[in-house]
Each structure stands twice: as structure tokens, then as C-alpha cells.
């Protein structure tokens, strides 16, 4: 099962870069910790204007990874797309890496300066070192205060992450409307029922800045992914509607899913206001954010 992650990772400026970058989802931590924390990004630029820096891998969980560069400041990964490389320069898939192997990572070098950091720009991973399990035990015990296991009562939560031409960012998606099937304590069901307002009415929804850009939105499903996604959308002109009409209609939006299974919606325009409804055995939970 798929582990929960406890930290909430907390999104600051970094540099001009990722201004107005949000907060993802996650599990809230009492206590933020110092930015100082966050991954150092040392490494070497190649010819081609590639940054590359070294980190080792940590499985945990279901299929989750945190690496730690060489100052040992934890940070996570997007994989890239049949570019990571095993030991003999053979291609692998993010599952066959493994514990304590040391990886030569690929990218713009643009670090989400969150804690744990975030590394969505990466072209490509290669391992260098196998290393051993036991070289990773040195981070073990933040590891343990990393992440729990999920309580499956709990409904699921969702974050949006994207790049423009200035950014790498990703952000918490408000939710809204949900049925989740809880089990009790003596074993018994009960549903869990949230009917409000449409999300064109909803007071408070997060935001998404393109700022004129079209981008790529991946659709990242905490403690588990859905099993059917389903997106709308409206004008942000219709905001606050109360016509049957507009709240009946909006645009259907095809969603993809990419190698790792994750969902994404593809260009996505600025002036939009997006409803997704994710779909588990469980239930299913409405969640919803505004382009800008």
C-alpha cells in the first residue's frame, strides 16, 4: 500500500523563477522547516546545458521514491519518459531502481524550493553506482518521519503541477463534492456525503497562473490514483452563475494518462474554471481550480 505523506510540502519563492508558485496537497506538519533544508542543487553543467547532479534513491511505499543529494537534503522526482538508464546504460523503468543506488540526474536544474524539494525538470537518470540498502540507512529515520501508512476512510486529495516558460510549479486543488465509503471501527459502512455548491459558485478555489501560456496540467492523486478521471470546464465569465443552464453545460476535457500512470490535461488555456471528479472503488470526490 502506498504510503501518506505527513509532510505538507511548503512552497516558497525561488528566486524570479517560481514567484507565485502554490502549495501542493499533502498531510499539514505542525512545523515548517527551515529553508535551508531544501536540496542544494550541486552538481555541473554540460555542453549541452544540461545541470547534473548526483542523489541517492530510496524507494518507500507503493512505487514512491525520495532521492537525497550529496549534502543528504531529501527531494522528489518527476521521472522522465524511457530516459533512466541502468548501470550498463540499459533502459529501466522507475521500479527496478533500487535502494541505495546512486543516480546521475538530468534536468534544467530549476528546484521547487519546497520541503522535501521537488525536481520536475528532469530529461534523464542514469545509475553510476549500485550501491547497497544498508547505504541508504543513514536517512532512515527521517524516512520514518516522512510518511505513514494512509488511512483509506480518509477521501482522496489532488495537486496540480505544470511549467510555463518561467515556472515550474504545482499547486493544491480545492475540493468539493464527494461520496466515500468509510468502514467503522466494528467493521460496519457507512458513506461519507458532500453535496454544496457547483463549482462555479464554490466562494474559494485555488488558482492556477499560466499567465497567457498554455501548459500541460499532471493530475497528482494523494494517498492513491483514481481509476477514472473525468474533467469540465467553464469560462471564468461564468463564475457565480445560477442558471441551470451554465451549471448543466460546461466543455468536456479529454484526460491522458502517460507512462507512470499519471493523468494529465494537455494544453490547458489561462480563463478557465475546471471541475475533476476522480473515481475509486471507494467513492468518488470532486475537485476544482481556476486558470489564469
Excluded at 555542453?47 to 549534502?71: I, K, S, T, W
Excluded at 522535501?116 to 543513514?138: C, T
Excluded at 536517512?139 to 503541477?161: A, G, K, L, R
Aim: hydrophobic share 30%; aromatic share 10%.
Amino acid at each position: 500500500m502506498a504510503k501518506y505523506l505527513m509532510v505538507f510540502l511548503i512552497i516558497t519563492t525561488l528566486s524570479i523563477s517560481i514567484a507565485g508558485c502554490s502549495q501542493p496537497a499533502g498531510q499539514t506538519s505542525s512545523q515548517e522547516p527551515p529553508l535551508s533544508s531544501a536540496p542544494s542543487q550541486e552538481g555541473s553543467d554540460t555542453e549541452e546545458g544540461q545541470h547534473v547532479m548526483r542523489a541517492m534513491c530510496v524507494p518507500y511505499g507503493d512505487g514512491y521514491f525520495l532521492m537525497f543529494d550529496e549534502n543528504g537534503s531529501p527531494f522528489s522526482v518527476t521521472f522522465p519518459e524511457d530516459e533512466i538508464y541502468g548501470i550498463s546504460g540499459e533502459k529501466i523503468s522507475p521500479e527496478q531502481l533500487q535502494r541505495g543506488n546512486i543516480l546521475e540526474i538530468y534536468g534544467n536544474g530549476l528546484m521547487l524550493e519546497s520541503y522535501p524539494g521537488q525536481y520536475p525538470g528532469i530529461s534523464k537518470i542514469q545509475v553510476v553506482e549500485e550501491g547497497s540498502p544498508e547505504d541508504a540507512d543513514q536517512y532512515q529515520e527521517f524516512m520514518d518521519s516522512f510518511y505513514q501508512e494512509p488511512d483509506p476512510n480518509e477521501p482522496p486529495e489532488m495537486n496540480v503541477e505544470y511549467t510555463t516558460s518561467t515556472a515550474a510549479c504545482s499547486a493544491v486543488a480545492s475540493s468539493g463534492n464527494m461520496e466515500w465509503t468509510q468502514t467503522t471501527e466494528d467493521g460496519q459502512s457507512k458513506t461519507l456525503m458532500a453535496c454544496g455548491a457547483h463549482v462555479l459558485q464554490w466562494k474559494n478555489i485555488n488558482d492556477i497562473r499560466l499567465d497567457g501560456e498554455t501548459a500541460d496540467l499532471t493530475l497528482h492523486f494523494y494517498p492513491e490514483q483514481p481509476k477514472e478521471v473525468q474533467a469540465v470546464r467553464w469560462p471564468v465569465s461564468q463564475q457565480g452563475s445560477t442558471d441551470s443552464a451554465v451549471l448543466d453545460g460546461g466543455e468536456t476535457i479529454p484526460i491522458e494518462t502517460d507512462a507512470d500512470g499519471k493523468w494529465i490535461i494537455r494544453q490547458a488555456q489561462g480563463g478557465y474554471i475546471y471541475r475533476v471528479i476522480g473515481i475509486w472503488d471507494r467513492g468518488q470526490v470532486e475537485f476544482g481550480f481556476l486558470t489564469a
